[in-house]
Nanobody, 125 residues
Framework: QVQLVESGGGLVQAGGSLRLSCAAS????????MGWFRQAPGKEREFVAA????????YYAASVQGRFTISRDNAKNTVLLQMNSLKPEDTAVFYC??????????????????WGQGTQVTVSS
C-alpha cells in the first residue's frame, strides 16, 4: 500500500532552520505531484508548498514564500522541505501529501490522494 513517511521535525529556536523529508513507497512517484501541509493546534490544515513531478515547478503559500524551499529526488522517491528563518507561528504538525495534479493542493478543500502521518515542528521564541 501507499506510504508517505515524514521525518526531520523537532524543536528549534526562532530564526533557525529545519529540513523535513518525506519518503514515498507503494506508488509510481513520478506520476505524482507532492506537497506539504501543516496544522497548528486549534486550526485547520493548511497548504504550505507543492512541486510537480519533474521538480521544476514549485509553488508556495504566501506565508512561507522566500523562507521555505520544496524539492524532490525522484531517484530516491523523496520530497524535501527546507525551512529557514523559522518563526513561532510556524509551529505545527507538518504533513506530506501526494496527488497526480499539482495546483489542486491549494484548492479549498485541498485535493490529496495520500497523506503521511505527520511530523511535529516546534519553534520557540
Amino acid at each position: 500500500q501507499v506510504q508517505l513517511v515524514e521525518s526531520g521535525g523537532g524543536l528549534v529556536q526562532a530564526g533557525g532552520s529545519l529540513r523535513l523529508s518525506c519518503a514515498a513507497s507503494g506508488l509510481t512517484f513520478t506520476s505524482y505531484a507532492m506537497g506539504w501541509f501543516r496544522q497548528a493546534p486549534g486550526k485547520e490544515r493548511e497548504f504550505v508548498a507543492a512541486i510537480d513531478w519533474t521538480g521544476h515547478t514549485p509553488y508556495y503559500a504566501a506565508s512561507v514564500q522566500g523562507r521555505f524551499t520544496i524539492s524532490r529526488d525522484n531517484a530516491k522517491n523523496t520530497v524535501l522541505l527546507q525551512m529557514n528563518s523559522l518563526k513561532p507561528e510556524d509551529t505545527a504538525v507538518f504533513y506530506c501529501a501526494a496527488n497526480p495534479t499539482l495546483f489542486v493542493f491549494s484548492a479549498t478543500p485541498p485535493r490529496v490522494d495520500y497523506w503521511g502521518q505527520g511530523t511535529q515542528v516546534t519553534v520557540s521564541s
